[in-house]
């Protein structure tokens, strides 16, 4: 009877790791795209809530200038928004129009869209990113 060695060689092993981190550097960047993505609609919804408080806010006062977001929509500082923080656009909202903004924080920062903004007039786009605002805006 002869006595065989088994196991694996030196060659196999390193074989095996290369090829699992071959599919590692191609699966976690896609992963990561994809979670990003769907991240996007926290800011959509986010925005939406707040435009859909704003305008309750407008029909109770007649005005849409209020000191702070957090006075009309107090969930806008719930721990459940984990990856976008609501502010207000490029100035705070006056007697008859707002902007509402939504800049990415933590993991969703690097995210293709960037910020997502919503107007009094239903407006939607996005700033500081790369893809359209067609494209951010979508529902996937």
């Known amino acids: 009877m002869r006595n065989k060695a088994r196991g694996f060689t030196l ?23 994809y979670t990003r993505r769907a991240h996007r609609t926290d800011a959509m919804r986010m925005l939406m809530e707040a435009s859909s408080a704003m305008e309750r806010y407008f029909s109770q006062n007649q005005t849409y200038a209020v000191s702070t ?5 107090p969930a806008a500082a719930s721990p459940e928004w984990k990856y976008y923080i609501l502010s207000w656009g490029s100035a705070a909202p006056t007697a008859t129009s707002y902007t509402l903004k939504a800049t990415p924080i933590d993991s969703q920062v690097g995210d293709e869209c960037g910020s997502f903004t919503l107007n009094h007039l239903s407006v939607r786009d996005v700033t500081g ?5 067609q494209d951010c805006w979508k529902m996937n």
Request: no cysteine.
């Open 11 to 33: 060659m196999e092993v390193m074989t095996v790791v290369v090829i699992v981190g071959i599919l590692a550097a191609i699966a976690l960047p896609t992963y990561s795209n």
């Open 129 to 133: 990113g790369t893809l359209s605002r």
């Open 69 to 73: 977001i957090a006075s009309v929509y």
